[in-house]
């Protein structure tokens, strides 16, 4: 509560509860506060980099979501918004590009945790490429981690741990080796290098253990030690949440908050976002939306997706909350102002129907698993702690333990608005992600810029372009050789220039203009300056003006054939270069699955 009683938190709470009953616009901020800030921070910053899971870009609150993300909305509204940054359309590739500063393919991940027989798809962080983490050790600064890893196929208790975090950088670590499960019972959870359960792990035991809350109360935890043992020292947090992917699970009392919110259905929900993305300037006020995936009206139990719906937004809020906690824990040392926070999401939402399908009773109670026992899997079938079976479909009810279902294909369309398709494709829904980016002592504005328009960053960017920000602003060198092993250069460019957006201060480089580049499963895309060329596996290429058509609705190949021949020439030279080749490696079979056909 001491966070409220601040007169900037409590402007933030009024702004943010007048936008949910849809009273006033963004300008109301801007007339309340200073745009005064140091033209320079006098030391290097700490540096925290958030990032959540399977959410769309209208999820959030300042991104003209209806869910309640009071911090997130604090950040923003204090920061800068970017309205086009882009991911790589799926976790693990979004995580290794993320933490690398390459394209995922150059760090080994360009699909999932398999090795499938060539360099760009090994499954694994390689040694060609390195962390934040390991970078800024190097530096000086203290590293550590809450969260999901995902950029490793070993996954073995004793197995091979080279790519797990304590071996790519980190000091310390509470999170999950994999990428999905239970967030009552998390498989591969560990704390530093070792397998542990929420029950026998003997610095963590909450009354009640919810994954999310585990990921935020551990990051307060790592931020206190630090301050306590080491305050001189400038620390990397990286708090990467499992919030809100699959599955749909939530404590009550934040899915009490949203019960008969969505009952009206989808395409009620998503008009709302739209004129809301307009109000707020994210997107241009005669764009084309995307056409919707799913109807209301024919929706079969329309209690059961509006509860789908409920939980999804309790998991969000409750992330909210927790980033709450860490804001409140930097501001009582007196950190926040000259800690760079960044958030984004690792893919668009998810249309995947895991769960949805009734999976039937089961065999009954099964042996509990007891305080040591490891929960042996991260999809059904698979069984609670104390032994329930854990159901799926729409006879079950999401959001206890013992449910496991994903939100579906229509809740997806709608925390996409207003873009095409979802996560797995290089479309604006795929590859879209909001970037707040929050640090007071850095930035450098002027009292002749004012306005909404001035804390939207327009400028086409990417996930390689955060490894770039952090080696800058911390003063760090990435260098050529480490460990024996040479280094691949990084891809992208440091922010910086962009978040100095009232005004560059002298010496700082204006940021480059520059071609952007997509593979996942097939799916592939160029982005040049406004022109995007984007295709599904297998099928021609479509081309797009994003600065008039982010919607992709207006298909440009057919009249501008040249255009597209020479964007495509440049994909296949990325490609060639990024270790992106041969197209279809992603479903080339593993030796063990080989074995098992």
């Given amino acids: 509560m001491q966070l409220f009683r601040t007169p900037e938190w409590r402007t933030r709470f009024c702004f943010t509860f007048a936008t949910l009953l849809g009273l006033v ?9 200073s745009l005064d800030t140091p033209d320079a921070v006098s030391s290097r910053p700490n540096i925290v980099l958030i990032m959540s899971d399977d959410m769309g870009f209208s999820d959030i609150g300042c991104y003209g979501g209806e869910i309640q993300t009071p911090n997130l909305d604090r950040l923003a509204y204090n920061g800068v918004r970017f309205t086009q940054f882009y991911n790589s ?13 390459l394209y995922p393919h150059q760090a080994g991940v360009g699909h999932m945790m398999e090795d499938r027989g060539q360099d760009g798809y090994r499954g694994q962080l390689n040694y060609n490429c390195l962390t934040i983490a390991e970078v ?81 109360d551990n990051s307060v935890r ?25 599955p749909m699970h939530a404590l009550e009392k934040d899915i009490q908050k949203y019960k008969g919110r969505y009952d009206a259905g989808y395409n009620a929900i998503r008009a709302a976002r739209l004129e809301r993305l307009k109000q707020l300037g994210l997107i241009n006020a005669d764009i084309a939306p995307a056409a919707a995936t799913d109807e209301w009206d024919r929706v079969r139990n329309p209690a059961w997706e509006a509860r ?78 104390d032994g329930r079976w854990v159901r799926t479909g729409p006879e079950m009810i999401p959001g206890p333990d013992d449910s496991y279902i994903a939100y579906g294909r229509g809740w997806a369309n709608v925390s996409n608005t207003p873009f095409r398709e979802f996560k797995h494709w290089t479309h604006e829904g795929g590859i879209s992600t ?52 040479d280094v691949q250069p990084l891809e992208g460019q440091s922010l910086k220039p962009l978040l100095h ?3 560059l201060p002298s010496g700082v480089p204006p940021f480059a203009k520059r071609t952007l580049f997509w593979e996942h499963e097939g799916n592939r895309a160029v982005r040049r300056e406004n022109l995007k060329l984007v295709a599904k596996e297998d099928q021609p290429w479509e081309l797009y003006d994003i600065a008039k058509d982010r919607g992709e609705q207006q298909d440009l190949a057919e009249m501008q054939p040249e255009l597209v021949a020479t964007m495509a020439a440049e994909w296949d030279t990325w490609a060639a270069r990024a270790e992106v080749l041969p197209q279809g490696t992603w479903k080339k079979k593993t030796a063990s699955e080989a074995r098992q056909q």
Wanted: glycine letters at 10%.
């Fill in 25 to 33: 616009g963004g300008d109301f901020l801007y007339a309340a506060e």
């Fill in 308 to 385: 789908c719906m409920e939980v999804y937004a309790a998991m969000i809020d409750n992330m909210d909350q927790g980033i709450g906690r860490i804001l409140v824990q930097l501001e009582s040392t007196g950190d926040l102002d000259n800690t760079l926070i960044f958030f984004l999401q690792d893919n668009g939402g998810c249309a995947e129907g895991v769960g949805r399908k009734d999976n039937g009773s089961g065999p009954g109670n099964l042996p509990p698993l007891g305080p040591d026992g490891l929960q042996p899997r991260i999809n059904p079938p698979m069984q609670t702690r």
């Fill in 222 to 246: 790592f931020l206190q030690q630090h301050h306590s043992t080491a305050s001189e020292q400038p620390f990397f947090l990286y708090a990467a949440y499992t919030t809100a992917h699959w």
């Fill in 501 to 503: 957006m009232f005004g």
């Fill in 136 to 216: 800024l050790k190097q530096a000086g600064y203290h590293t550590s981690m809450c969260g999901k890893w995902h950029v490793t196929r070993h996954i073995a208790a004793n197995g091979d741990k080279s790519a797990w975090p304590l071996q790519r950088g980190f000091d310390d670590f509470y999170g999950t080796i994999t990428g999905a499960g239970s967030f009552y019972d998390p498989a591969t959870l560990c704390r530093q290098n070792e397998y542990i359960t929420p029950e026998n792990d003997n610095v963590y035991q909450p009354e009640t253990y919810y994954y999310t809350d585990a990921i935020s």
């Fill in 89 to 101: 359309a799926r976790c693990c590739p979004t995580r290794a590009s993320l933490l690398t500063g």
């Fill in 434 to 485: 909001p970037l707040i980016v929050h640090w007071p002592a850095g930035f450098h504005r002027t009292n002749t810029n004012d306005g909404r328009s001035h804390r939207l960053v327009q400028e086409p960017s990417h996930l390689i372009d955060i490894m770039a920000t952090c080696v800058d602003v911390a003063s760090a060198e990435y260098p050529v050789q480490f460990h024996t092993h």
